[in-house]
């Protein structure tokens, strides 16, 4: 097992953050957070630094390696939706239209480039499922599942901004993992359902009859993930010594209906139905088989199996 005990979390003042600084602290790491926007100094962890910069300046990004004195990163730091306008979508524009591009793509390649000048050898980072192409199909034209379950070697097919950057990234991770050796993750992570605002999800769901449906899934797989369960898997992957330059895992909690999943296809997904023969169960769409077999991943947080602190 591969032990990092100095880590930097980009991101550092975020909800997925929150949840990561947690376990990570609950397991004796020493963590700095990195952030544009500053934490409530009353409820922020004491025992953690935290450093304000910007993710797409490299002095920011060097001077929170050389301050943190990281040997591992957990790059959590996005802009988590797509800036592009589109005509009719909004009425007031909040960001520059190449904002979710610039932030996504050069912070990523800023702090990797800051990564490699301080020997910092293990990233893992936050991507998304959204790089398969179920993000804004501007085309219009629907997403093509190849097989099910989809796993990590199916065809990805962005064409939003957001899910297009999360792909650029997982590039720059590769990159740097074959130029200067440094081990990367990439987590695509399905949406996050955080604890506080669990009023606010469904379980226990039936999505509904649409026999005349085409085209897949768009915008969500009925699945989701705990962020609990996600600072459980980036730890996983900090601690591992089994895994390639660079790996790309699927990462969710659960799916949100009570049905095997063969049964909601039928209904929801008619489309799909001649691809389902491989699914086992209730686990979704989308497998996160490779995790759990690779770095032994076991999610808690599932609405099946509730807990006091579900």
């Known amino acids: 097992m591969t032990t990092h005990r100095k880590v930097l ?3 550092g003042a975020g909800r997925l953050a929150r949840y990561t600084i947690e376990y990570l602290l609950e397991r004796n790491y020493q963590v700095t957070a990195f952030d544009v926007i500053s934490p409530d100094a009353e ?3 004491k025992e953690v630094q935290f450093i304000k910069g910007n993710l797409t300046s490299l002095e920011d990004n060097l001077r929170a390696m050389h301050l943190s004195d990281a040997d591992a990163i957990i790059h959590l730091g996005a802009i988590t939706h797509d800036t592009t306008m589109q005509p009719g979508s909004v009425r007031i524009q909040r960001m520059p239209e190449d904002e979710t591009m610039r932030v996504n793509t050069m912070g990523t390649y800023y702090l990797m480039d800051a990564a490699r000048r301080f020997h910092v050898k293990t990233v893992v980072a936050a991507s998304s499922y959204y790089v398969l192409g179920l993000g804004f199909r501007i085309s219009n034209k629907p997403f093509q599942v ?3 379950p989809i796993d990590e070697e199916h065809p990805l097919q962005p064409e939003d901004s957001y899910s297009l950057s999360k792909l650029f990234n997982e590039e720059t991770l590769k990159a740097f993992g074959l130029a ?10 399905n949406g996050v359902d955080y604890p506080f605002q669990r009023h ?18 768009i915008g969500t797989t009925h699945q989701y993930i705990d962020p609990r369960d996600a600072a459980q898997a980036f730890t996983l992957a900090l601690e591992a010594n089994n895994l ?6 699927y990462l969710h909690t659960d799916s949100r209906h009570w049905e095997d999943t063969k049964t909601v296809i039928e209904r929801h997904w008619p489309d799909l139905k001649q691809l389902a023969g491989n699914l086992i169960g209730t686990e979704g769409l989308i497998t996160c088989r490779k ?7 076991q999610p808690q947080y599932s609405w099946r199996n509730p807990r006091d602190d579900f």
């Open 244 to 249: 390639e330059l660079f790996e790309a895992f």
């Open 180 to 189: 200067y050796g440094i081990r990367t993750v990439a987590f695509r992570l």
């Open 9 to 11: 979390v980009t991101g």
């Open 146 to 148: 190849h097989y099910l």
């Open 200 to 217: 606010m999800y469904k379980y226990n769901t039936t999505p509904e009859a649409r026999p005349n449906h085409v085209g897949g899934p």
């Open 43 to 45: 409820t922020f962890p």
């Open 291 to 297: 995790l759990r077999e690779k770095l032994g991943y």
